[in-house]
């Protein structure tokens, strides 16, 4: 959907300059309102609206609620899955002794720099890419490992001990890619996102426009306030940008230990 593509594809810091201008711009339109209301159409009665604003106001705290708690489950998501794959990666290195020995070191080699593969620097866009797809060959040649076992007629139980933390490997990694890269807040949600925060802006400055009254401090620190929160919601939203990423430090301690292991045995 276009609207998935856009929303994904705009930095950052143009959304918190946007949302900013949307919420100040929508309450000027409700303050001239209010205020011509008051002067051409009903001067001297004021309206009731202070339940209108309440209402939207209540729908947008819903909506901003519902879609912070999505993208914060997923973030907390990202690190369970971190640390699946970090423990089956440490499980097929530990079960690979239970393959044949020249089999067993080749294997090990493989997920050492597996390991150093998945230490991700989410900022450099055009390495993780690359990590994915090295990643998915040394899938592919550690199952080759499998497969020379199979044909050769290997003890089927000693071989169950490391086809199934390869195995639990390669979907966690499946997992990590559509949950990190792929699964995002819809479109739709962030237009009706957005639609409410400008209507509610809105009602809250034909309150101020009937009422003669907020200031130009309050609007600005709606701004930032309301803002400041969709910001965060985005952030949370992208894995690979922004402030809130996620630490891949126990990757890079499961590499500094496969290391250690590695230079044990030598």
Known sequence: MIADELFHTIPLAVIYLF???????????????????????????????????????GLLAFLLAFTFNMTAARYNDRKA????????????????DFLQPHAARKAKSLLIEYTELRDFKVFESEKVASALVKSVEIQNQLWNLVDQHVTQGYNPG???????????????????????????????????LYFLTGLAMVAIG???????????????????????????????????????????GPMAEMSRILKALQQGQN
């Open 158 to 192: 000693y071989l169950r001990h490391f086809v199934e933390p390869v195995s639990s490997l390669i979907n966690f990694h499946n997992s990590r890619v559509v949950v990190g890269l792929e699964y995002r807040i819809p479109g739709p949600i962030w237009i009706a």
């Open 19 to 57: 949302t900013v201008t949307l919420v100040l711009s929508t309450m000027g339109v409700g303050l001239l309102l209010g205020r011509h209301y008051v002067r051409s159409l009903a001067p001297g009665k004021e309206p009731s609206v202070g339940s209108a604003v309440t209402a939207t106001l």
């Open 206 to 248: 034909f309150q101020f426009g009937v009422s003669r009254g907020g200031s130009m401090q309050l609007a600005l620190t709606l701004g930032l306030t309301f803002a400041t929160v969709i910001l965060l919601i985005a952030d949370l939203d992208r894995a690979t940008e922004g402030v809130i990423i996620l630490d891949q």
């Open 81 to 96: 899955l971190l640390l699946d794959e970090v423990n089956a990666i440490h499980a097929a290195y530990l079960h690979a």
